[in-house]
């Protein structure tokens, strides 16, 4: 994945140059960048995570013995659970203020049962002033909206759940 720097990097060379819009994907990660009246929004989605479990079993503190140390990775099984109405979450590419809709007095972007294209808005995060616009990034319908009008989101926090098309 791009390092902030790297980030950065394309914002200013995007911002110079006649393009409109940039999108990159490379081990899993995604970026898209598209000049927009001026701003350029940034779109990155996160990269899968593997959690795993460490393990360590100690020795009785009385023995004059070292301790034994052993590390063992688990995957956590899931349990099979019933198929989900969803194939698809909208995740938070940042931390910010999640805002349904444009302004206090305006309609929400989308609401459940919702149809979205690949560049619909769905949301916008603000992040330190900056208003930033979340694309829905697939074609469905919107099934569940996670995410509370101004409640504070996490990186990676899943907003949108969708079935796509």
Request: with cysteine; net charge negative.
């Amino acid at each position: 994945m791009l390092t902030i720097q790297e980030i950065n990097q394309l914002i200013d060379k995007l911002d110079q140059s006649t393009i409109e819009e940039f999108s990159y994907e490379a081990n899993g990660g995604k970026i898209k960048l598209k000049k927009n009246a001026g701003e350029t929004t940034t779109h990155v989605a996160p990269r899968p995570v593997v959690q795993t479990e460490e393990v360590v079993s100690q020795a009785n503190p009385e023995s004059t013995t070292k301790p034994e140390v052993s590390t063992e990775e688990t995957v956590t099984k899931e349990e099979p659970q019933p198929k989900a109405d969803y194939d698809h979450e909208i995740v938070s590419p940042m931390v910010g203020t999640f805002y349904s809709s444009p302004s206090p007095d305006k309609p929400a972007y989308v609401q459940v049962g919702d149809q979205v294209n690949e560049d619909s808005i769905v949301c916008i995060l603000e992040a330190m002033k900056l208003f930033n616009e979340i694309e829905a990034d697939i074609t469905g319908t919107i099934t569940e909206i996670l995410a509370e009008n101004g409640e504070l989101v996490e990186y990676g926090q899943p907003l949108f759940r969708i079935k796509k098309a």
